[in-house]
């Protein structure tokens, strides 16, 4: 597999970009949902935010480029004249939003906590598929980190169940089937994007390009489908403003970072980053909005915590005995005699 050396610093740097850029994004997104009595299409937002890192990585090729000549040829040569890698970059969209959609419907037939506990499983689901897909090997400890982080962020996330008095038809066998398929989806999607970017030579940038033309197609055809009538009627950018662009800014410069971060470390630490996040994001929606702190919270956070500083111990090579010095083969000699 290519790959580039880059120092621990820069990983750490992305990482820690990454993290703040995610618990930024959730803080203000929560603000946009909650706030404003004009609520504007999510489905918008997502388009938008798929366009702009598309310019984005244009203009970050054309800096990688040198100038626009060089920069157009990548393009044309792995654009234009590469229709099959394209095919190979839209795998991901495509699976990111049957994801998207399983989860809705998993929500839609699961109580909100049952929900929450399965949708955590995608955390190992994504270690299972680097180990089967990119032949990776995990220690016994980073194995017990990963499910450790997998119920810190579930004790994060946890609410208690609420009793209704409004009976909602709900399918269980449905909801388990389609939280499997979503969970399937996000290990198997993060993966092969990670295995794309790390089998090839190819620019980071020219990869995510290559994937953000095939998602602005597959969000565009989400706008038409699911608010396609209430757009026609009120607009685009019905109940945009300037937060709901610093949403969309946020989730952009997110996705880029997320994308070097792939590249470079893995997507177990994209998973570790995105739990610190939840941990971030949670403690300043305490300042921000009055959310109360509760036990099952301080327990999650500590958990994630933790689980960060066990995958990041030195794994150890086990997988061979070493041999042992002449010396102590002769004390083992007459020990046996």
Known sequence: MASEPVSVLFKL???????????????????????????????TAVFLTELIKLLLS?????????????????????????????????????VYAVQN?????????????????????????????????????????????VFLLC??????????????????????????MAIAVAVLCSGFAGVYFEKVLKSSDTSLWVRNIQMYLSGIV?????????????????????????????????ASAGGLYTSVVVKYTDNIMKGFSAAAAIVLSTVASVVLFGLQITVTFLGGALLVCVS????????QDTSRLQ???????????????
């Open 13 to 43: 740097y992305c990482l820690t970009v990454m993290t703040l850029v995610a618990a930024a994004y959730t803080v203000a997104l929560r603000y946009t949902r909650t706030v404003s009595s004009d609520l504007y299409f999510s489905t």
């Open 58 to 94: 244009l203009g970050m090729l054309l800096r990688e480029s040198g100038d626009w000549g060089r920069c157009r040829s990548v393009v044309v040569s792995n654009i234009f004249r590469s229709p099959m890698e394209l095919l190979k970059l839209s795998v991901p969209s495509v």
């Open 101 to 145: 959609n399983m989860a809705f419907v998993a929500l839609s037939n699961l109580d909100a906590a049952l929900y929450q506990v399965t949708y955590q499983l995608k955390i190992p689901c994504t270690a299972l598929c680097m180990v089967l897909m990119l032949s990776r090997s995990l220690s016994r400890l980073q194995w017990f980190s």
């Open 151 to 176: 119920g810190g962020v579930t004790l994060v996330q946890w609410t208690p169940p609420q009793a209704t008095k409004v009976q909602v038809e709900q399918n269980p066998f449905l909801g388990f």
């Open 218 to 250: 597959v969000t565009l055809i989400g706008v038409f489908m699911t608010d396609g009538a209430q757009v026609m009627e009120k607009g685009f950018f019905y109940g945009y403003t300037p937060w709901v662009c610093l949403v969309i800014l946020l």
């Open 308 to 315: 960060i500083y066990l995958y990041g111990l030195p794994k």
């Open 323 to 337: 041999k042992p010095s002449a010396g102590e083969e002769d004390t083992q000699k007459l020990m046996a005699g």
